[in-house]
């Protein structure tokens, strides 16, 4: 018989870091009662965190990477010279209950060259 607990997570951390091209994510839980999956949520500037993705979850002590390469084409074209971006992880239980993390800060600056290919294929989406 199947019991639904409420989504409860215990992080042992949670960063993000940028190598110039992507930002990077990664997070470990050491508790993980109830969870279906994790969403990874961003916001930069004075925007709302929204969804960026879904990741479920594989149970405690188990070490979680994404990679977020949009985000160098996201918000207006003046904040892709270097931005700052924060994320934070929603935890989804199996009930539909949530939990949110705290969330971490990454200033994402990308080279001039990576910048003008980025603003030309922009325009042509």
Same mark, same amino acid.
């Given at each position: 018989?199947? /019991?639904?607990?409420?989504?409860? @997570?215990?992080?042992?951390?949670? /960063? ?8 990077? +994510?990664?997070?470990?839980? !050491?508790?993980?009662?109830?969870? %279906? %999956? ?9 925007? #709302?965190?929204?969804? +960026?993705? @879904? +990741?479920?979850? *594989? ?5 979680? *990477? $994404? ?20 994320? *934070? #992880? ?10 949110? !993390?705290?969330?971490? !800060?990454?200033? %994402?600056? +990308?080279?001039?060259?990576?910048? @003008? ?6 325009? $042509?989406?």
């Amino acid at each position: 018989m199947y /019991t639904a607990y409420a989504a409860e @997570t215990a992080l042992e951390y949670l /960063t993000a870091k940028s190598d110039g091209k992507v930002i990077i +994510i990664e997070w470990r839980a !050491s508790a993980e009662k109830g969870i %279906h %999956h994790y969403e990874v949520e961003r916001a930069s500037g004075d925007q #709302l965190y929204r969804n +960026i993705a @879904t +990741i479920d979850a *594989r149970g405690q002590m188990y070490s979680y *990477r $994404f990679v977020d390469e949009d985000a160098l084409m996201k918000g207006d074209k003046q904040q892709i010279v270097g931005n700052v971006y924060s994320y *934070r #992880l929603r935890a989804i239980g199996y009930d539909n209950s949530s939990s949110v !993390s705290n969330s971490v !800060s990454v200033a %994402h600056s +990308i080279s001039g060259i990576r910048r @003008t290919w980025g603003m030309i294929k922009e325009m $042509f989406r």
